[in-house]
């Protein structure tokens, strides 16, 4: 190992990557990152917000890093046959470069094959394990903490493995109106929990529909009362469940799915906006009646 480090690498100075501090798992492989010091060849996805590679095309001696370039605010990254590692690099030009960002990613339903770690300047955080796929598994961090580096787990078998994760960029300082999918009101109608994802979706009957960006909630047939249907998903944990009375539902949008934020019971947002606007505090206006 220590000739295949000094022939890829072979440079005076070099930083070497320090490996994640001890803990469950293999750790990421040296050769690996001394292939990644030492160049690796650069794939561009073909649309420039999503790649789909296969580590078929590496050559069965050796241990490649690849340089993925992504230039784009969401897309998806999908890996077929995981060997070696990825770079994946965030070029963005939807967003000023003075602004700050933050980069979230969530694994493509059955990923497996390999690690995915945030990395920067050699040093690697564990994000998602192999196979882990549980609650909870749509880490954001600082865009500034670095970028993401994805190596591929030893396996016996690599035929029926595909790394694959979605990734999303949003400026923390653009302000709310950026983010808000939604300002409806209405009532809740169902709710259907999804236990392994720890997730609830509140089906909702909408009467009033202030602000939305995306067709989330859909006019209903006149048979069934008119207005709009619609459906938004929150933690499971926060035990929502179906009751009376009309609300203000506002939300946004994550990974293609309407989250829900804030949603005070109506007639207390009346008199919240009303105290507001007789003090001259409200910062925009909407219909209460």
Known sequence: ?????????????????????????????????????????????????????????????RKEVEQVYLRCSAGTVEWMYPTGALIVNLRPNTFSPSRHLTLCIKPLRGSSGAN?????????KLLVRDGDLGPGQAPCFSFEQGGLFVEATPQQDISRRTTGFQYELTSRHAGPDLHTLSVVRGSIQDVTHEPEQQESAIHLNV????????????????????????????????????????????????????????????????????????????PCEIGTE
Request: proline content about 8%.
């Open 1 to 61: 190992m220590r000739g295949a480090a000094r022939a890829a690498g072979g440079r005076t100075g070099q930083l070497w990557p320090r490996p994640p501090a001890p803990g469950p798992g293999p750790p990421p492989l040296l050769l690996l990152l001394a292939v990644l010091l030492g160049g690796a060849g650069a794939q561009y996805s073909s649309d420039l917000c999503s790649w789909k590679g296969s580590g078929l095309t590496h050559e069965a001696h």
């Open 116 to 124: 995915i770690y945030l990395e920067k300047t050699g040093e690697l």
């Open 207 to 282: 009467s009033r529909l202030y602000r939305q960006k995306s067709r989330v909630f859909r006019p209903a047939p006149e048979d069934e009362g008119g207005g709009w249907r619609g459906r938004v998903s929150t933690l499971l944990e926060c035990g929502v469940r179906p009751g009376r009375g009309e609300f203000l539902f506002t939300g946004h949008m994550h990974f293609g799915e309407a989250w829900l934020g804030c949603a005070p019971r109506f007639k207390d947002f009346q008199r919240m906006y009303r105290d507001a606007e007789e003090r001259g505090l409200n």
